[in-house]
């Protein structure tokens, strides 16, 4: 993908770099973060989530011991 690994999370100075490589236009990263708005993109934050957990576990927590506990 333009160079950059599937595995690469794409930063302002990327897109940046990107811009400039396919428009030959420069913009600073706080010009890139403007021009990403006005079109409607937002900043995306993947979510990390820890190998060991326990999907059941957590289920059963909060429908039996959360409950509980706000009493």
Same mark, same amino acid.
């Given at each position: 993908?333009?160079?950059?690994?599937?595995?690469? %999370?794409? #930063? =302002?100075?990327?897109?940046?770099? $990107?811009?400039? /490589?396919?428009?030959?236009? %420069?913009? #600073? =990263?706080?010009?890139?973060?403007? $021009?990403?708005? /006005?079109i409607g993109w937002s900043v995306q934050?993947?979510?990390?989530?820890?190998?060991?957990?326990?999907?059941?576990?957590?289920?059963?927590?909060?429908?039996?011991a959360w409950p509980a506990g706000k009493?």
């Amino acid at each position: 993908m333009h160079g950059f690994g599937e595995d690469q %999370r794409w #930063t =302002l100075a990327r897109i940046s770099d $990107l811009i400039a /490589r396919m428009f030959h236009t %420069r913009y #600073t =990263l706080r010009g890139t973060a403007y $021009l990403l708005h /006005r079109i409607g993109w937002s900043v995306q934050v993947p979510a990390h989530r820890a190998v060991e957990r326990d999907e059941q576990a957590i289920a059963t927590w909060r429908r039996e011991a959360w409950p509980a506990g706000k009493r």
